[in-house]
């Protein structure tokens, strides 16, 4: 007879531990779950081979650009230009170096357009008002900015309320500040007319550069003329007579400071004018910083008198005068460069081309859309062996204009048994040299018929565009993977649910058997009592 319920026997509910569950649910996870994560595990690979083709199919894209009709900025391998230069009186430039006329351009610069440039006298406060006596204000070609009751700062505000002056405070020293006013473009007609009222700024204050003693006597008949006002001296006077004198004058304030020099200004604040100087003072405004001049320089022989240091001549040719001096550019077509930017095409397409290849034709590929990849390479390789620009017949004699007859093998492409390109650079160099507006008709074209490079620039370029078989590739991956991750978590859930009931009915049926044993336990000896009378 079994011992225990069922032939279970007793203590055999234990069996049905967590142990056994653990086990009957690895066993469904990897009937179930884990080929999911081996599917996901395979996607985040195949994501990575297709984001490498992408990079390298932009490789093939950047090196083609050099040969599209459309290129940024005009600038093509067929237009480019190469410039030599001498001297650094100048900076070239160009915004299109392709319409850049070959030759030589020579500028001499003899004199430099700049601002005109004031300062005032240095101030210690910068927010204490300037003057208390109404009136007081200072005048710029004809606009009045009061000074009366206003800060420097306050000031300086107003005139940059003009579009043609610039006023600021500046630190030129502890404790120590300048207001400076600017023409806010240089030229002589951008020149600054500055006069001052009710308050001394020293903007028009003229300073000897040379100093005299007070008390000598200068020789007679030395004239100084101010603002049309002739001052001569008579052979008796010391030199501190003779700018008393001058100072006697109601139109000018004149004096003798203590190193000797002379200071002059015009007593209503107005510019001093000096038109001759015997005594040799070398009167200056000192607070005139700069001057207003205008750009003087000769570009090819031609005589430029201008308010600014840059120039455009013909061909958008940029000249920015920095310093007085003799400068030339050189500029030459520049055909170096087509072959090696071809090579670089080449050897970038070779790239692309193993790559897909090594997943076309390997068993271990997690690629699964292996026809995109085929469709990437074949519309590259389409393109290569296509003829292009126009043969003999241009149409003039009335019949039409037939297909292109011109083909990248023809100058010098070459592919070998293993489909890996090459260039034979001694082919296509004297091409470069020989046929070049034939080369250049290949790869460039026109609007009209566009060439090899301009095709294939907009092809390479959809690609990666909306609706192109690249992004259409990333938008499946991106679908596959958001659809197997849902998978994923449904499976995993109905998993985990399914074996935390069961181990809830593992539990329960544990008590059950272990009740049935207990019970069969004691009927059992019963029928042993029973049998042994």
Known sequence: MAEGVLGLGAGQASSLNQELIDKLKAAERKATVEP??????????????????????QDVLDAIKPFDLFATGGVNAFNQKSATTTGDSVVF??????????????????????RDVYQTSTFSDKDAKISTTPGSMITING?????????????????????????????????????VIKSEDSGVDNALSITQTGSDL????????????????????????????????????????????????????????????VIIKKSDGGALEVTNDDLGLN????????????????????????????????????????????????IEKDKSQIATLFKDFIDKFNTLSKSIDDELYSGDSKIQDRSTLRDV?????????????????????????????LNLFNFGLEVDKSGNYSLNESDFNKAVS?????????????????????????????????????????????????ELDTQ????????????????????????????????????KMMIDQSSSK
């Open 36 to 57: 999911i994560e081996t599917s996901l595990t395979d996607l985040d690979e195949e994501g990575v081979k297709v984001a490498n083709i992408k990079l390298q199919v």
């Open 283 to 330: 009167l200056t405004n000192e607070n005139h910083t700069l001057t207003a001049q205008n750009l003087k320089a000769k570009i090819d022989g031609v005589d430029y008198d201008i308010s600014s240091n840059v120039v455009t001549v013909d061909g958008g040719l940029k000249i920015s005068a920095s310093k007085v001096g003799d400068s030339s550019i050189s």
């Open 93 to 114: 430039d160009a915004v299109d170096a392709s319409k850049l006329n070959t030759g030589t351009t020579n500028v001499s610069v003899s004199q430099i357009a700049q």
């Open 377 to 405: 390479l074949s519309q590259i390789k389409n393109m290569m062996f296509k003829n292009y620009g126009q043969d003999s017949n241009d149409g003039t004699d009335g019949n039409p204009i037939k297909e292109g007859s």
């Open 434 to 482: 020989d046929d070049f507006e034939k080369l250049k008709d290949l790869f460039i074209g026109t609007a009209e018929k566009e060439g090899f490079g301009t095709q294939l620039k907009t092809i390479v370029d959809a690609m990666d565009a909306t609706g192109g078989v690249i992004t259409t590739y990333e938008n499946n991956l991106t679908s596959r993977k958001t």
């Open 143 to 179: 606009v009045e900015y009061s000074t009366f009751n206003k800060t420097y700062q306050e000031v300086a505000d107003k005139i940059n309320l003009s579009s043609k002056l610039n006023a600021s405070i500046e630190a030129v020293g502890t404790d120590s500040y300048r207001m």
């Open 202 to 261: 020293g903007l028009n204050d003229f300073t000897s550069s040379s100093t005299i003693a007070s008390g000598t006597v200068p020789a007679s008949n030395l004239s100084l003329t101010l603002n049309g006002t002739t001052f001569t001296t008579n052979g008796t006077e010391t030199n501190s007579e003779f700018i008393s004198r001058i100072n006697d004058n109601a139109s000018f304030d004149a004096s003798i400071d203590a190193d000797g020099k």
């Open 488 to 523: 994923l978590t449904k499976e995993t859930e109905s998993l985990d649910s399914k074996y935390s009931q069961l181990a809830n009915q593992f539990s329960a049926y544990g008590v059950i058997i272990n009740q049935f044993n207990s019970q069969f336990s004691s009927l």
